[in-house]
């Protein structure tokens, strides 16, 4: 499902950028069209128009012609006129084909050039004859000038309405050509817009990325503690955010939590103590992203929002089982935040990898636990011991400060063995080391060096110092008896106690020590030698 919606996140930009440029090509198809229906319809009405002119060329050359031949009986004016006649017949057609409502117009011109060119054979016919005087007054009566007066007028007014035909089309296709072109430009600055969006969410998610990788690396690499590698993968999450609060609950089952938090100032440690009994209100589901705005709550959980003093709450839980659980909680006390499904997404694959880290670091101080520590007292084992021994003694070495070293061994433990058992011969082990544990400081350092035998490094230790903890250890034994079942077992241990000196070494140390014990054994045992 996450791959899912990561896909689905991933196609949106680039079916919406997709969709722009589907829109531009198609405002860039329909203006083409308009630029060509602009040109077009422009020359349609152009060429009317000169039609239009052409008919008033054409009735002047029809008067002229006429007027001429009646001078002078010259038959190619005829032919001209004849012609002339044809072309101004062919120009009333394509006035009508344009636009048949100029038909009355071209109704009225007709009846007035049949009348002028009825008028006009008149002439001709007497000019024909070489009455040419009678001729030129038919062309200059005044039925002629009024029949030519209305054919003018009506002429005139085919011409003013192709004007304003002409100027109205060119104003509608301008209108259409500048609105097309604000579609190209609007869709144009919407696709700057959102390549600049693009450009802001991309380079944001790029450093979202950064960021995870780093912190992945860091958790991947580092020997660091679960405490400080969380810490710093708060913090991190907090400044890029710029978020008030961010938590992480570690669920370990049966109620069980530990909580790790972002850096707080002295102001928000109430805040700190106040959120986790809050955030109980708030369910979220396992692997599941839960949005806890105030603008969507319920009454109850907007009051609670309200006591932690938040505007907004995103919580993400990442799972394992019922007993590992991390839940991630990021709190913006002043502002609601935006996170992106990318943002969720890549908060939540940081979880599993705190998990992985969680999980790893558990694996390795386990690991760590058995290879430093016995298994039965929980004490320093005996390479561990020797480890602590060696560095005690370089330091020793530089600072000159006193140190001193008790061997201890218990006395008669193979009776224990024999007569109780191994098991209760194990719990007198324990027993042991957690008396003698509350006999010495925290800087000195308790080891079991093999079966019962013990060693204790006293650093920075006078020899009265180191004599006083032998004797309190060893009295301490001798009055607290172990009860066990229906057993109350009493034992004794014997102890060597040696000065360290410079040129001492683990092995030197050692061996003088197990001489100091071995003193007190065959003393008598359950006492403390020095040598």
Do not use: W
């Amino acid at each position: 499902m996450g791959v899912k919606n990561q896909n689905n996140t991933q196609r949106r930009p680039f079916v919406l950028m997709l969709t722009l440029l589907s829109l531009l090509a198609i405002a860039l198809s329909l203006s083409q069209q308009s630029i060509t229906a602009f040109f077009n319809g422009t020359q349609e009405v152009h060429n009317l128009l000169e039609t239009a002119y052409n008919i008033q060329t054409y009735d002047v050359i029809l008067t002229t012609e006429a007027k001429l031949y009646a001078i002078d009986s010259d038959s190619s004016h005829q032919v001209i006129y004849d012609e002339t006649l044809i072309l101004l017949e062919e120009a009333f057609d394509e006035v009508v084909d344009f636009d048949p409502n100029y038909q009355s117009y071209i109704d009225r011109i007709d009846e007035a050039n049949i009348l002028l060119v009825d008028l006009e054979l008149q002439a001709f016919d007497l000019s024909s004859k070489y009455h040419n005087s009678e001729a030129i007054r038919i062309l200059l009566s005044q039925e002629y000038s009024q029949y030519k007066e209305m054919y003018a007028l009506v002429l005139n007014e085919l011409i003013e309405d192709i004007n304003s035909t002409h100027n109205a089309r060119y104003e509608q296709l301008e209108d259409t050509l500048n609105f097309n072109l604000l579609i190209i430009f609007s869709v144009f600055i919407l696709i700057i817009i959102f390549l600049v969006i693009v450009y802001i969410v991309l380079e944001r998610r790029m450093r979202f990325e950064q960021k995870l990788t780093v912190i992945s690396h860091r958790l991947l690499s580092t020997d660091e503690t679960i405490d400080s590698v969380f810490e710093y993968t708060l913090n991190e999450i907090k400044d890029f955010f710029k978020l008030d609060y961010v938590l992480i609950l570690n669920h370990r089952g049966q109620g069980k939590a530990e909580s790790y938090t972002s850096s707080l100032n002295k102001q928000d440690k109430d805040f700190d103590k106040n959120i986790k009994e809050q955030l109980k209100y708030f369910p979220s589901d396992v692997r599941n992203v839960e949005r806890c705005s105030r603008y969507s709550l319920s009454k109850d959980k907007r009051d609670r929002l309200e006591i932690l003093q938040a505007s907004d709450v995103l919580r993400l839980i990442s799972k394992v089982n019922e007993s590992l659980a991390l839940e991630l909680v990021l709190i913006s006390k002043h502002s609601h935040r935006l996170y992106s499904n990318l943002d969720q997404l890549g908060l939540q694959n940081l979880m599993d990898l705190l998990l992985l880290f969680l999980d790893q670091s558990s694996y390795k101080q386990n690991l760590y636990h058995l290879a430093t520590y016995d298994t039965l007292t929980h004490i320093l084992n005996r390479r561990s011991f020797l480890r602590e021994l060696d560095n005690i003694l370089y330091h020793h070495k530089k600072s000159q400060q006193t140190c001193h070293m008790i061997m201890m061994d218990l006395d008669l433990f193979k009776n224990v063995n024999d007569e109780y058992g191994h098991a209760v011969g194990d719990e007198v082990l324990r027993h042991f080391t957690s008396h003698a544990q509350a006999c010495i400081r925290a800087d000195d350092v308790f080891g079991r060096i093999g079966g019962e035998e013990f060693a204790i490094v006293l650093p920075n230790s006078t020899e009265k110092i180191a004599l006083r903890v032998a004797n309190r250890i060893r009295e301490l034994i001798e009055s607290q008896a172990l009860n066990i079942d229906a057993y109350s077992i009493k034992y004794t241990v014997s102890l060597g106690v040696t000065k360290v000196n410079d040129n001492d070494t683990a092995s030197t140390l050692m061996i003088r020590s197990d001489k100091a014990l071995y003193k007190a054994k065959n003393n008598g045992r359950n006492q403390v030698q020095m040598i």
